[in-house]
């Protein structure tokens, strides 16, 4: 009876930790909300967090009368909290899941301002023709900038700095590369052609 009494014990040892890191996946979400809620709490914020679980991310929405709170200056203390819920989601797993933050629609309003900036700035570089550097942002803002003005045909943009003080610079194209594009305007080719022409008579 005792031999059959240890085979019992060390097959539930086997299918057991299955089951106990399935229990843990599906839980990610709602872990990670309450970790997000003490926080808060202990911040003495008076919010609430929703969680919903995506195929590879997990988005949290912070939602009550100290969200602005929460947000802080230009999405620094959102970005912080994110930064701390990636932590304790990725922790201890092998494989990576992205973590979403946000607080009364902060991210999308941030992307439309980001994107108004960067078409403004796309002109003022266009018609002084000196680059304009932008200040320090995040990964996400840096890229948003990068995406708006990645088909513009007057300006090109890349990141410089290290660190905290990483940001985008918008340059000029050259008349020439403009000229030589194959994405350049009839209107310009011809008004070069017919300039060519009058100075051969």
């Not at 911040?43 to 609430?48: A, E, F, I, K, V």
């Not at 023709?129 to 996400?140: F, I, Q, S, V």
């Not at 090109?156 to 350049?184: F, K, M, W, Y």
């Not at 305007?185 to 022409?197: H, I």
């Amino acid at each position: 009876m005792r031999k059959k009494r240890e085979d019992i014990v060390a097959e539930q040892s086997v299918t057991e930790p299955t089951e106990e890191i399935n229990c843990a996946t599906a839980d990610e979400p709602s872990r990670i909300r309450e970790f997000l809620q003490t926080v808060l709490n202990k911040m003495g914020l008076n919010c609430t967090v929703e969680a919903q679980e995506n195929d590879d991310a997990v988005a949290l929405v912070i939602s009550g009368e100290d969200a602005s709170v929460a947000i802080g200056y230009r999405g620094e203390t959102l970005d912080a909290l994110q930064y701390l819920c990636s932590l304790q989601l990725n922790g201890k797993n092998s494989s990576f899941r992205r973590v979403t933050l946000d607080a009364e629609g902060y991210r999308a309003k941030r992307e439309k301002t980001l994107e108004r900036l960067a078409m403004n700035l796309e002109q003022k570089v266009k018609r002084t023709g000196r680059e304009a550097k932008l200040e320090p942002m995040n990964p996400y803002e840096r890229r948003v900038i990068h995406t708006t003005l990645q088909n513009s045909k007057y300006v090109t943009t890349q990141s410089e700095g290290q660190g905290s003080s990483r940001h985008v610079v918008i340059s000029p194209i050259q008349q020439n590369d403009i000229l030589n594009s194959p994405n350049a305007p009839r209107k310009t080719l011809n008004f070069v052609y017919r300039s060519e022409k009058k100075r051969r008579r």
